[in-house]
């Protein structure tokens, strides 16, 4: 039998070695079949490349990996298992993310707790089977760390994402650890492997563009998450070097190569597309977080209405040395003034006491900064006690409690008529129509408002009363002089 | 040709077999004997040959020895000791199989069956 010359022998064993056998002897096994076969053919006296053309029908590269799939299936008990896992696993995780934002939308119970136990088995079973079978698979110098790292960075970066969908707290810490890992650990190393393995010039370009544009892109999404200056010019170098270089030439040279579009690609694609969008909404998600607008809001209201206080402190100071008659008005205003604010007070611990589920003493402590509070975007503590079940919920108190104060007001500043219509349009409670349906105060202000949105409100109208107060005792103030 | 699914289980022991009879084979001998043994009616892709063969291995049934034929590596796969047992027990699991398929098949078996006992 003829036998195959060197040059002949090494075309075949570079062909074999792009199916990246890695197992054991396997890779001599198929080199020397492979061999065997072509040799075989050209017995029958066709040319070497007849012959391996025949052959190679048989031995593409997805058959030669499926032998080493089926090997490693046969023999080790944990890859069978963990290959059994992934795909049930996957389809599961899957499911109860899809199921559970579904629900969630739609405002269902139990839509949250659905989503949370499909990311926890993704990213606690799923995750790691997959990393472990590809650990399996793929046996290259390195590659250990490599794929330590990307388990370990890939669960913290998943669990950080999800606590801060969830607003838990730690998430910030949680991504930082798991970008760490994934930025200067598994990219770097999943660049040396890479790069490595390239054979020609151009390979090596493509594929330094692309962790390039990878590692860029990253980093982008951390800035954003962190708030660092520059994450937009990263996010747009990032995103360039990756869509329109790093994609058309890897796409090209993928179909030069083979001439056809294969399934591993379209699997490279989709998950490199998912990978991103994951990035980009949680950039998104976190530079436009309504929550911490609420919060700002609040707290801005309440530093107005608490430096007025220490104005009107004053104010009342200078008056305790006039006259009685407007010494008694002064009071009357203070008093009425007291009273609102106290009731608006009591409002908000009363509403922090029932989301939080905590005492008195607690809730005063967490309205000191209301990012404390953990149950901020609580929907259901507003309407029922702000509105209540017949519309007599806290808010009408609250609605009662500022028209008296604005009677009181009105009482002692009757000669202002301008002072009185300005009170009139800062202190408004009447109903609205809105398309021919008449709307109260109470719904228009407080109706479907999350909790943090709620106290804003109540702050906002405690700040607009400390301003009436003001331009009253001023007004008050100056009148006798 | 036969149905692959009809193959499955019994490539082992046929591997086996074959490898009890000879000192040592390589990869492409092996589907080349079963070939020619059953006239081209069984063939043994090597697909389904090496994971087995690495599968016997790991088990420790088989052994193997590298050497350089033709400027390549040859993987030569032998008996072990206690896999020289093991083939016997396949080898006469599976006759005891086929015996027992015979008899099942036999149209008239009840006659027959009945004259061997």
């Not at chain 1, 490279?268 to 949680?282: D, K, N, V, W």
């Not at chain 1, 509070?373 to 500022?402: C, F, H, V």
């Not at chain 1, 202000?445 to 109208?461: H, K, M, Q, R």
Request: glycine share 6%.
């Amino acid at each position: 039998m003829q036998s195959l010359n060197n040059k002949q022998i090494e075309l075949i064993i570079s062909d074999v070695e792009e199916a990246r056998i890695t197992f054991s002897h396997l890779a001599d096994d198929l080199i020397d079949h492979i061999c065997c076969e072509v040799e075989n053919e050209m017995s029958f006296g066709k040319t070497f490349d007849e012959a391996y053309d025949i052959v190679k029908q048989q031995t593409g590269i997805k058959v030669l990996q499926k032998i080493q799939e089926s090997a490693l299936y046969l023999i080790d008990k944990n890859y069978r298992r963990m290959k059994m896992t992934m795909k049930i696993t996957g389809n599961l995780s899957l499911a109860m993310l899809g199921i559970g934002t579904a629900m969630e939308l739609s405002h269902l119970a139990g839509g949250s707790l659905l989503i949370i136990f499909g990311f926890v088995i993704l990213c606690l079973v799923f995750f790691p089977a997959a990393i472990y079978t590809n650990y399996k698979e793929m046996k290259v110098k390195g590659s250990k760390i490599l794929h330590l790292s990307i388990l370990i960075g890939g669960i913290l970066f998943m669990a950080g994402v999800l606590f801060k969908v969830m607003h838990w707290p730690g998430a910030s810490n949680l991504l930082f650890t798991g970008w760490l890992f994934i930025l200067f650990i598994f990219l770097p190393i999943l660049m040396y492997i890479k790069l490595k393995e390239a054979t020609t010039a151009k390979e090596k370009s493509i594929i330094l563009i692309g962790i390039a544009g990878l590692l860029i892109f990253e980093l982008s999404t951390m800035f954003k998450v962190f708030h660092w200056p520059g994450a937009a010019v990263l996010m747009i170098v990032g995103s360039v070097l990756l869509v329109s270089i790093f994609l058309p030439l890897f796409t090209y040279s993928k179909f030069k190569e083979t001439g056809k579009i294969t399934g591993q690609f379209i699997y490279i694609l989709i998950s490199a597309m998912f990978f991103m969008l994951l990035s980009i909404l949680l950039a998104i998600n976190v530079s436009t977080n309504v929550l911490d607008v609420y919060a700002q809001n609040e707290s801005n209201a309440r530093s107005i209405g608490n430096y007025l206080n220490v104005k009107n402190q004053k104010l009342y100071a200078d008056i305790n040395g006039k006259a009685d008659s407007i010494k008694t008005k002064a009071s009357a205003i203070n008093i009425g003034t007291l009273k609102v604010c106290s009731l608006i007070d009591s409002i908000r611990i009363e509403l922090v006491m029932a989301s939080d589920l905590v005492d008195k003493q607690i809730a005063e402590k967490l309205l000191l900064d209301v990012n404390h509070i953990s149950n901020k975007a609580d929907l259901k503590i507003t309407n029922s006690l702000m509105i209540g079940e017949n519309w007599n919920g806290m808010a009408y108190r609250l609605k009662q409690a500022i028209i008296k104060y604005q009677q009181t007001i009105q009482s002692e500043i009757t000669s202002n008529a301008e002072l009185t219509k300005n009170i009139n349009i800062v202190l408004n409670t009447s109903d609205i129509s809105i398309n021919q349906e008449t709307q109260t105060w109470e719904q228009i202000t407080f109706n479907e408002n999350i909790l943090i949105g709620t106290l804003s409100v109540l702050s906002d109208i405690e700040k607009r009363i400390r301003m009436v107060e003001s331009q009253t005792i001023q007004f008050i103030n100056a009148q006798t002089k | 040709m036969v149905q692959n699914s009809l193959i499955k289980g019994t490539l082992n022991p046929i591997i086996l077999r074959l490898l009890s009879e000879r000192k040592r084979l390589y990869g492409y001998e092996i589907t080349q004997l079963v070939k020619e043994i059953s006239d081209g009616k069984i063939e043994l892709t090597f697909g389904a040959l090496y994971p087995i063969l690495h599968k016997l291995e790991v088990d420790g049934v088989v052994k193997t020895e590298s050497e350089v034929i033709n400027n390549r590596n040859r993987i030569y796969y032998s008996l072990t000791e206690t896999g020289k047992n093991t083939a016997k027990e396949r080898v006469a699991e599976l006759e005891d199989f086929v015996n027992t398929l015979r008899v099942l098949l036999k149209p008239n078996f009840g006659l027959e069956y009945a004259i061997a006992k």
